[in-house]
């Protein structure tokens, strides 16, 4: 996808579409997601985001982001279409195989899902835990992200001691801490005050210039002009919306 | 970060918060591995009271030569020994020697009791095979040929009732001890479905970040396994307590029959691992039920 076009990222119109590109991380052909009986909540998603890639994710309340990032990081499956997530199907993947795919992805929750009962530390130690690290090899990466997120010294506090702002930074430092192949971050900065919210997405950055992609639903615009490389998607009610890609980046006045 | 890492590091005791799990189950499994002891030390002593009851009646008679002169009883005890002692299917034959079998009349009688001119039978214990146990005739004509004052005795009249008796009482045990752990199955069972409502939030963050069912089925049956040997050891020790405390009172009693049915010394060794048993079930309980309800979860 070109930087300078207007068309939203790697999205593609026309269900048939054949081919993706080539090198997408992620592919989504005609994917539609249905909770019960109900209508469905996202219909016929056709797109691709590109490995290496930056994604802002926009769209108004109840349009389906949440549930398209739980596509995403692997915690629905769609009702239908086809979801190709490094490559291979994942509908139709074995379960058994979805943990190793998970590896490979940091989400930052919008609720932050931090597990009350351990500290700092051992929150942002989890996922290294749960890929097998050794602790003897924990202590450094953690603490060096820990610093990065400004809590060094809050290591050993629990969830409940922290502001809401200190426990998004904890969410985010756990969702990138292994360095994934894919991040996922739900409203990532909608606690923390602009300058934390930039120095966070500057850690995004950081993290998507040495090769992960990075998707990033949020609502605060002024977010969008801070990575000048980012694309955008936009849902609206359900459905990729916005084709000729207006919002990619936000007008002056939205930036004041 | 890569996949295909198979377990958590040495931290993953900290992954669930500290204490029991499983609220009142240690408790629940002491209760029941004290009566699974009970039931099943019952069982074994039962099975080995059984077990000789089986033998004797399958294979003893006994002679009772009943006769008031004790020269006539005399001969006629050893014209019945020679009568049986070469026949087809005898294995042995021994004369009851007469101190014996004061000390059997003895509690009737009183000390001295024999010294009186009570007559008293002269006593031939008999064991045969099996095969001619069930065919006594050919011996009770034998003996009645050569010492018309003999009786011939089968042992396997009266205590065919009492063996019937006590192989039902063992198998009560049996089925009670199998009870035992099928309850104690089931209150593993609610107790890991509790264990993983409680824990269902980090169960869930564990999954969202890759952790295999079996990672997460480890961490609940680890701790299971804990409280499971907690109960069960406090559940032994008060059920060995028990029947060490009845044991010396049976001896105490001297009763041959009470003593028949006490928890001979090999089966202690069952007894004792009985609670690992409990903590193996409990782990396994655990596990079967952790990966069943971890299943359900995408």
């Given at each position: 996808m070109g930087r300078g076009g207007h068309a939203i990222a790697g999205v593609h119109e026309g269900?048939?579409?054949a081919a993706l590109n080539a090198g997408s991380i992620v592919q989504f052909e005609n994917v539609g997601l249905r909770y019960?009986?109900?209508?469905?909540?996202?219909?016929d998603l056709s797109f691709s985001l590109r490995e290496g890639g930056f994604y802002f994710l926009t769209g108004p309340s109840g349009a389906g982001k949440t549930s398209l990032l739980k596509l995403l990081y692997l915690a629905l499956r769609p009702s239908r279409g086809v979801i190709r997530l490094f490559g291979e199907?994942?509908?139709?993947?074995?379960?058994?195989?979805l943990p190793g795919f998970r590896r490979r992805i940091g989400v930052v929750f919008q609720d932050f899902r931090?597990?009350?009962?351990?500290s700092t530390f051992d929150n942002v130690a989890l996922p290294l835990r749960v890929a097998g690290v050794e602790d003897k090899d924990l202590e450094n990466p953690v603490r060096e992200m820990l610093a990065w997120v400004g809590l060094a010294d809050r290591a050993s506090a629990r969830p409940a001691t922290l502001s809401g702002g200190e426990q998004q930074r904890v969410a985010i430092a756990r969702a990138v801490i292994g360095r994934p192949e894919l991040l996922v971050a739900d409203?990532?900065?909608?606690?923390?005050?602009p300058d934390m919210a930039r120095r966070l997405l500057y850690l995004f950055d950081s993290l998507n210039k040495l090769g992960t992609t990075v998707i990033v639903a949020t609502?605060?615009?002024?977010?969008?002009?801070?990575?000048?490389?980012a694309d955008m998607l936009r849902l609206d009610r359900g459905q990729i919306a916005d084709p000729t890609g207006a919002l990619r980046h936000p007008p002056k006045r939205a930036e004041g | 970060m890569k996949a295909g890492a198979r377990k958590f590091g040495v931290?993953?005791?900290?992954?669930l918060p500290e204490g029991?799990?499983?609220?009142p189950m240690p408790w629940v499994i002491a209760i029941m591995m004290f009566l699974t002891v009970l039931a099943a030390a019952a069982g074994l002593g039962l099975a080995g009271a059984a077990s000789r009851f089986d033998a004797q009646i399958g294979t003893r008679i006994t002679i009772q030569v009943?006769?008031?002169n004790p020269d006539v009883r005399r001969a006629q005890a050893v014209a019945a020994m020679r009568a049986v002692e070469?026949?087809?299917?005898?294995t042995s034959v021994r004369a009851v020697p007469e101190a014996e079998v004061q000390n059997l009349l003895e509690p009737w009688?009183?000390?001295?009791?024999?010294?009186?001119?009570?007559p008293v039978p002269a006593l031939i214990d008999v064991d045969v095979t099996p095969e001619t146990h069930r065919a006594l005739d050919v011996l009770r004509r034998a003996v009645a040929a050569a010492a018309p004052a003999a009786r011939v005795d089968?042992?396997?009249?009266?205590l065919a009732p009492l063996a019937s008796l006590i192989g039902a009482l063992k198998w009560l045990a049996v089925g009670l001890v199998l009870l035992m752990v099928g309850a104690t199955a089931a209150t593993v069972v609610l107790a890991a479905r509790a264990a993983l409502d409680t824990h269902r939030g980090t169960i869930e963050i564990l999954h969202l970040m890759g952790a295999t069912d079996v990672q997460v089925a480890r961490l609940f049956q680890r701790r299971i396994a804990l409280d499971a040997l907690f109960g069960g050891l406090v559940g032994f020790i008060l059920a060995a307590l028990v029947l060490i405390g009845i044991g010396e009172r049976v001896s105490a009693l001297g009763s041959e029959l009470l003593g028949s049915a006490a928890v001979p010394a090999p089966a202690w060794g069952f007894l004792v691992a009985l609670p690992a048993f409990g903590v193996f079930l409990a782990m396994l309980v655990a596990r079967m039920t952790i990966l069943k309800a971890l299943g359900r979860m995408l």
């Open positions: 269900a048939g579409e019960g009986t109900g209508a469905e909540t996202l219909s199907d994942i509908v139709t993947m074995p379960r058994g195989r931090l597990v009350p009962h351990l409203e990532p900065t909608g606690n923390v005050d609502h605060d615009l002024h977010l969008l002009t801070e990575v000048q490389r | 931290a993953e005791r900290g992954l029991r799990v499983a609220g009943v006769e008031a070469n026949l087809p299917g005898v009688l009183g000390p001295g009791g024999l010294e009186s001119d009570i089968d042992n396997g009249q009266w």
